[in-house]
């Protein structure tokens, strides 16, 4: 396993992006809504960073099948607190494709929350995203296959503190 984010600045990063949230929504109440299962670790440490009155949510989908994205996305459990005419803050884990957080975000203005905006882990500098921006992002990472804090590959590895590249995922160069 190559570290590529330690525990350290990781939690250094949550904090700065959980004052900056709670600027930015500063007088109004919020709505987290966090996607299961990648975001489940990053979005509980974000959340008592954020001094706001919040409620929170989640759902479940995938794109993801054999660590590579399969190009189309499944809403495996739907949300539970309504959301019209709420401040959406939508947490996730990473924009890869981005395919996720394009659905997501059509999804919940068809559901007329008042705004949506998001909040990813990590952003991968890849070339061929369909959704490229997210509000908040706490790191750039190169465009390769990540697990830890929440992270999975075949659903292990999410407990890990920090974020890591496999080795096998690594060329020999990189591997030494
Ligand atoms: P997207 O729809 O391609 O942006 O994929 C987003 C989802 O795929 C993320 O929310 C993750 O759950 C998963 N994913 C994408 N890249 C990685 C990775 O490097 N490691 C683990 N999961 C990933
Ligand atoms: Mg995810």
Not at 9 to 35: M, N
Not at 39 to 51: Q, S, Y
Not at 127 to 135: E, I, M, S, T, Y
Request: aromatic fraction near 8%.
């Amino acid at each position: 396993m190559k570290i590529l984010l330690t525990e350290t600045e990781i939690a250094e990063r949550v904090a700065q992006l959980g004052r900056e949230i709670t600027e930015a929504y500063r007088g109004r109440e919020l709505t987290v809504i966090t996607v299961m299962n990648g975001a489940v670790v990053f979005a509980a440490d974000l959340l008592r960073k954020i001094d706001l009155p919040l409620q929170l949510d989640s759902f479940a989908a995938s794109s993801y099948e054999n660590d590579r994205s399969s190009g189309k996305i499944t809403i495996r459990s739907a949300l539970k607190l309504p959301v019209r005419g709420r401040h959406v803050l939508l947490v996730d884990d990473i924009l890869d494709t981005g395919l996720s957080m394009k659905c997501a975000m059509e999804y919940f203005r068809s559901l007329d929350a008042a705004s949506v905006r998001t909040c990813v882990l990590m952003d991968k500098m890849r070339k061929d995203k369909v959704c490229a921006h997210a509000d908040w992002v706490g790191f750039r990472i190169p465009d390769r296959y990540v697990v830890g804090y929440g992270l999975d590959s075949g659903e292990y590895y999410r407990n890990l503190p920090y974020v890591g590249i496999l080795t096998d995922e690594l060329d020999g160069q990189e591997k030494a």
